[in-house]
């Protein structure tokens, strides 16, 4: 009963919920970005971003409960989420070969090093 | 979930069980999500985010797509963090390494992302996106989502595993391009090996 | 899916919650408040459903004992309790009251958490275990095969963080052999599993189950050739990455003491060890419940039953309990003999270098994963089978046809599918009954204990 | 469908076997490469055997009485945007082709296991056949005529790369690049003829092709390009009147005017005169005999010469009669020059090779009178004979260590009898033995297909010139005949030269022999060349196939004029003959048999008995002369005008010759007036041009250096400054570009929302 009644003000869980979450992960991820100097810590922040993205794309698709005229599920978001994750993933392998070259060239992996080619 | 639902619960009402659920994904990603922000050990920070994305594989399961929670965490857990995490490993100079960002970095940055994170609960909370009734009878069928990704989304899904084609000779052509420098960085790299053993050790 | 529509609500899952409303109204006199149906909840998982995995772990332990011992030409635990089988008991005990070490140069959070984060998700994985038709936690898991696979892929989070917390050079070596034979190894594993769940066209292990009811020629491994290789495919790859030997690389004890658990004792290690065990009987599952048939028998005895009863659930309650704990009792002697198969090839199998292991992978296992895949693919698009006779969707045996009659396949236009699986299960049979003559002629020739199989005469016993 | 799948599976076999022999082909080696390429062949065979066998049942299933061949099969695919298409079609021709060119390229494959066995380049060998194979099945297989011209394309490149296949051979290297050469020539005009279709019908299939301009046959002869030729500008003025009138019977596409049909049938069959070597563009042919044997037989005698006729036989329902007459002219020609040359030779595979181009001359000029049948039928059986006669002088050529003149010949039968046999039934086959007794007729293969087709001159130049048209059209008849007679004798004059007789050259005669694995293909063929005629159905096969193009023809623009030959459109008298016979010739073959078609035709049989005796004539003086190995025939040649004779066709009437002095002689020209124009006009032009510019320049540089290079400085320094004001905030750090990034998005989205807000008053 102390259960329920700690969450009774909102038992209905919406979109809005889902997207709050988003953006704070999504904001969590930028902090993420701005602050590590480890070049690893920052493609952590954009894996952060990407997930709050895809969580905007399922619980849109989820909320929006389209059906096509021939009453098949429209399950547009949960593709794109898909192609998110992948491509993710592939983002993930050639950034941490670049890094592997960095930290081979540099000796470090701090990013704050790579500036040469600065104006 | 509907049946753990029952397991777990029983008879409670059918909008608290997820309700309960959410809030215990929800915070698990948040609090995990904050953390990688905050915690300086990066393999720290790989475990946070680590957290994170099962509490958002959590989600997708609340969201009724359990396809896409199960690739989360095949893709993204099994793959894409023990990369990063084996990135870590291959790159740390001492086991706990940390950088620290400066004072007026941190200072500007947090309030840039408070701005940002005000301005869009304020842009959620004005828009009206009229989310349709649910309708929890209704599962969406596996079967539905390979249609798609190989009907519609076909010469997208064909790119994509072109994408991964390229990313995976690229990503090994990079890692390996090292071998032909010349002694001199082969040296050294033998060098940073050596030291990385003895600072370990 | 209207078959699975209609299995809902489990009769079984029904009973045990009127039970424990009964109970309440029992002991308290009221009809039980949430809180306290979750608690109760929460306590029958605790009670009932962990140990009774805890329990496979270490009966698996013990197995393992035993199954080395034999081939070793020694007796194996046989002390404590009835042919020691209480000795993992015993051990358990042992290291719940051994000292909980933490090294000094350790990262004591990680260090603490690696252990559960290897264990739980073991126990996430039993979630989708179709131990019965009416005995699946969540039968309506759509991705369920999938989703196995998912949870145990984050179990080698755990292994990674412990040897990478504690901060030790073998460990370290350990997580980073698990770490890339772990991400090579998923991909023949999925492929080959894709290849079964492209020949059975669902992914949801229920109705895997139902559909593999009409005897042994319905199983899907024997639906095609290109499955039957996958087959093995799986069975190498899971090995593999369930770190089981010929592919213990993360652990073995000649090169790097013992891997990733070097600086682990007590509980924390028995943690590992229960989800290396788990984990080896998951793996068992799947294997079972994707290509041997899931609960059923090799001659459909039980889809045929359940398919009588099922339709009047009611009158067939108690019926329908002894049919599911008789399904439950085949689910795990099956997975139970993959598991043996594991511990036959762990103890006879060297171990090879680490580039070697990946050798077979990258080389063989993927290339021929793919291959399978393809011809796999291309036999669904030239065979034709039930799919595509136009019928139903996903034809269950019994439910849609007589599995056992060639009138009905033929009307499904599946008559070469059939001539196919027919072979391919006959093949399959003399292979196991092959093994198990083998054996047999062992036993009959007293070469039980303490020789080996391919011994000319039997050693006299001394006296 | 099945024969569909059945016959893709067959294509793609020697692919396999092509890139498997590719990629390891050198790995395998000596013998193991050619094994691999044999089985694949001959898995292909199989499956063209069993495509041909549910093709028949399936006729059965149909219930048409023995009709040979189902319904054809057209499956098409979008390839590229803008309505090209590619895809296949299937109908008995097809099947009757596959089963053909399979069986052909096996035999071949196993012969050259002991042909081809000391060769260095083994493997590569059978990594070519493969390609061919492949590329020859897909080309019968295609549906569209864009994709029948890359698989075309595709046999000239395999044809280059086995006729120079020994490149270390100057004269190898130079055939196969004149092959090549002169394809080309041929094939622009393919070209041409494919974009004038495209430009008409987009790329269509072939039935569509024949339902949109199918009756092009049908239109009247003598209006376009001949006539001009002939008549002069006298025949322009009705030309033009009888143009307009004619048109809309026989196409759908108004902007397609008869000279269009004509000149495109024309130019389409420029790529048939370069593959099949007709007269001018023959003169590859010879040359190619430059490759291993075993290719010859394979390519330049059964399989891709003959690519030539099947397009023809492809196309034929859109030609006009003027570009069949075109068809026939040429086809004539070829075949009587090469009978002529083939009589003077002295190299066995060069009496091979010309006797190869006057069968495809005769096959070229069957198409072109209207006899699908006997043209595509003659293809058939020609491929088995020739393909036999190319392997047996393999066999002779392999045994006497690649000795080729007939010179050095003579008594070979006795030391490799079972070639000596089988090349004299091929030299039956191609001699065309055979009786006629009543209505049924015993002979070798050649004789049913060359019957049909002078039996269809016949009757063709007997109504040529009934209705009116030049007696001359009896030469479509006559030379056909004459060169059967000279047919026999030359083959006949090969056989004895090579083994008959005494041996004329010792050394080369002891040390002849022969093997097993090279003589079982020329034992099957020659079975093939005794049944082929009659045993095999390929005749009531192509037969079948030929009803099923004309069904293709759409029945709403079928003019009247099959069934009423007699009415037609006014046009000048010589050319009324042309036409009209050959509608009737065509509406006979199509199984009318109710009209004036049917007395012509049995009119044509008549005109047979001039022909039933020439291969004993033929042979019999080949025997004759030659039976004293050469003392006869050197005896003959002493004789002024018959050595002249002799010669001139030794050299082959100097074609090269003339090739050279005309072809090279007018390019050297031109090349010396273009380089005298260049030197003096253009050079000229050039030097003027920099002589001003020169001048120019001195005005400009007093510009650039008191107006131009100060505004640049000044520039330069502005962007200087700019610059390193720029500078600054690059730091090269990449967080803080995320940063001020960050902090743009969300000073502006705040911003944005607050305007937002405070206008909409919420």
Redesign the interface.
Known sequence: MELTLAISSSPIIGLNHYLVLAAFIFVCGLLSMMLKRNAIGILMGVELILNAANINLVAFNRFSYAYSPDHKPMLDGQVFAIFVIVLAAAEAAVALAIFLNYYNNFNTIDVERAQTLKG | MNSIASILALSVDAQTVPAVLFYLFAGISAASALGVVLSRNIVRTAVCLLFTLVGVAGLYFLLESEFLAAVQLVVYVGGTLILIVFGVMLTSKSPFSRFEPKAGEVVVAIAACIILFAALVMAIRSADFRPQTLDTTQKYPVVALGQALLGDYLVPFELASVVLLVVMIGAAYLAKSRKRDDKRAVARGAATLSQKARQWS | MSILNALTPHPVLAAAADWQKTFFEIVSGRPPLVWEQVTASVALIAMVFVPSVLLLAMFSIWWERKVCAHMQSRPGPNRVGPIGLLQSLADGIKLILKEDLTPAAADRVLFRLAPYLSFAPVFAAFLALPFGPNLTFEPKLNAGVFWILAVLSVEVMGVILAGWSSNNKWAIYGAMREACQMVSYEIPLGLSIIIGVMAAGTLNLVELGHLQGGGIHTWIVFKNPFVFCAFFVYFIASLASNKRAPFDLPESESELVAGFHTEYSGMRFAFFFFAEYAAMFIVGSIQTALFLGGWNDPFGIIGHYYSQWIGDPAAHRNSLIVLNLIAIAIFITKALGIVFVQMWIRWTLPRPRIDQVLYVCVKVLIPAACVLLLGAALWELLVPSWHQAGLIDNPLPWFHYNPRSWSDWARGGATTSLVVQVILALIGVSIVSAIALWVGYAFITRRTVKQRLTDPDPIPEPA | MTVAVLLLIATLLPLLSFAILAFVGKRMGNPLAGIVGTFFISASFVCSLAAMIVWLSLDVAEGRAFGFGGQPILKTYDWLPGGLQIGIYVDSLTVVMFSMITLVAALVHVFSLGYMADDRRFPRFYTYLGLFSFSMLALVLSGTLLQLFIFWELVGLCSYLLIGFWYEKKTASNAAIKAFVTNRIGDVGFIIGLGLLFCHLGNATFPGIWGSLGNAGMAQSGQVLILPMVQGSAGAAELSGSLQKAEPQFTRFPHVTTTMLTLMGIALFCGAIGKSAQFPLHVWLPDAMEGPTPVSALIHAATMVAAGVYLVGRIFPILTPDAKLFIAIIGCVTMTIAALIAMAQTDIKRVLAYSTLSQLGLMILAMGIGSWVGGLFHLITHAFFKALLFLGAGNVIHAAHHEQELTEFGGLWRKIPYTAITFGVAVFAIAGVGVTVGDTMIGFAGYFSKDLILHHAGAFAWLATKEGGHTAYWLFFWLPTIVAYLTAFYMTRCWMLTFAGRPRNQKLYDRARETPVMYIPLAVLSVLSVIGGTALGARQMIESAAKETNNYFDPRLRPPAVANPTAKVAQPAHFAGFSTAWQNAGAYAHGDTSTIASDAYRLGERSLKYVSFAFVVGIGLGILVYSKGLTIPNALLRVPPLRWLNIWLYRAMYFDEMYAGVVVACTMALATVAAVVDRYVIDALVNLSARVVRRGAVLARLCDQFVLDRAVSATAEMVQEI?AA??AP???????Y??AL??A???S??GA?IVV?STTG?
Request: hydrophobic share 55%.
């Open positions: 610059g720029a500078r690059q730091t090269g750090r990449i967080r803080t995320v940063t960050m902090v998005v969300a000073l989205l705040a929302i807000l919420r």
